[in-house]
């Protein structure tokens, strides 16, 4: 199936996403357009090697993409209990990475958490840095949590990263750029540097925990 067929499949995903956030101030057109192109990240970025179904993984991107729409105009509001969930998502997931030095799956943080695959994946994807904005209502002042990311922080992180992947071998750069820049899939991968997928995953995994030594 061709990308263009992949996105026509799931616009449904789309519309059923902006449903959730109609009447909160946003054109339907505006949220539609806004979640298209978080199908397309979705899609471009998705990994079938991982176990799960496209839709478990778009539908999170969707959502980040639409709420960032309101978080640009200060409109967003996370609920307490996803991002208490959120929360427990990152302490999870942090601790299965120490132990493992791999992602946790995300069947397995679902049922760490008591929740479904799609609202484990929603709480992970939520795990950003929090600003709180301070408004006054009718009830007096309200708190809102919105998520952001630090300009500083991505910057050093940045910069960290590209001396960590300089410092690696040439042919596990290349690795890591069709993985993580060029976001290709771990089959893609294999034939363009003539391997197969399993020796793509088992030197992917040696490669990031030569990383994380690095990084930390």
């Not at 176990?51 to 409109?75: H, N």
Request: proline share 2%; hydrophobic share 40%.
């Amino acid at each position: 199936m061709t990308r263009d067929e992949l996105i026509e499949q799931n616009l449904g995903l789309v519309h059923s996403c902006c449903k959730r956030f109609l009447g909160r101030g946003i054109e339907y057109d505006d949220l539609y357009s806004t979640g298209c192109v978080g199908l397309i990240k979705a899609i471009d970025n998705f990994d079938e090697t991982l176990g799960y179904k496209l839709s478990t993984y778009a539908v999170p991107v969707i959502l980040g993409e639409i709420k960032r729409l309101f978080r640009d105009g200060g409109m967003i509001k996370v609920s307490r209990s996803l991002k208490e969930l959120s929360l427990k998502a990152q302490k999870i997931a942090l601790d299965y990475k120490q132990k493992h030095n791999s992602d946790i799956p995300l069947s397995l943080l679902s049922k760490e958490l008591g929740v479904d695959v799609y609202k484990a994946s929603e709480a992970l994807n939520l795990s950003t840095p929090v600003l709180s904005l301070t408004v006054s209502s009718e009830d007096g002042e309200k708190e809102l949590d919105i998520p952001t990311v630090s300009i500083e922080e991505n910057l050093i992180e940045k910069i960290t990263l590209q001396s960590v992947l300089s410092s690696l071998d040439i042919a596990d750069q290349k690795l890591i750029n069709l993985r993580y820049f060029k976001h290709k899939t771990q089959v893609q991968t294999a034939k363009e540097l003539g391997l197969t997928q399993v020796q793509v995953s088992r030197k992917e995994k040696k490669i990031l925990a030569v990383m994380r030594q690095k990084l930390v």
